[in-house]
């Protein structure tokens, strides 16, 4: 008995779900920037203190992952069929995220 091609045989029609997707990421990269520049700011504006610019420095670290991590899912998601996001790659953006936020609090403190 010969099946016929199944529908994960079929090349899948893109649709507009991965460009939302891939704005979404590019929106997200945005708002990052947004914060690290605002972050930049706060750190320089008053005082350059060993503590403010080591705050400053992971932050900058911080953004650069963040930007690897969004640059390679925003690529991966210009193939016909995109693979789903690896749990790693999931954790290092929640975590440099996260990791941002701490860094921020610390800033305001």
Not at 19 to 31: G, I, N, Y
Not at 32 to 56: M, R, S, Y
């Amino acid at each position: 008995m010969a099946a016929g091609p199944g529908p994960r045989d079929e090349a899948r029609d893109p649709g507009l779900q991965p460009e939302r997707t891939r704005l979404a990421w590019r929106r997200t990269t945005l708002s990052w920037t947004v914060v690290a520049v605002l972050g930049i700011k706060l750190a320089l504006v008053d005082d350059a203190t060993a503590a403010g610019l080591t705050g400053l420095a992971l932050a900058a670290l911080l953004w650069i992952g963040f930007l690897a991590v969004a640059h390679r899912r925003i690529r991966t998601l210009d193939t016909a069929r995109p693979q789903v996001l690896s749990v790693r790659g999931a954790l290092l953006a929640a975590g440099c995220t996260v990791a941002l936020a701490v860094c921020g609090a610390a800033l305001i403190w």
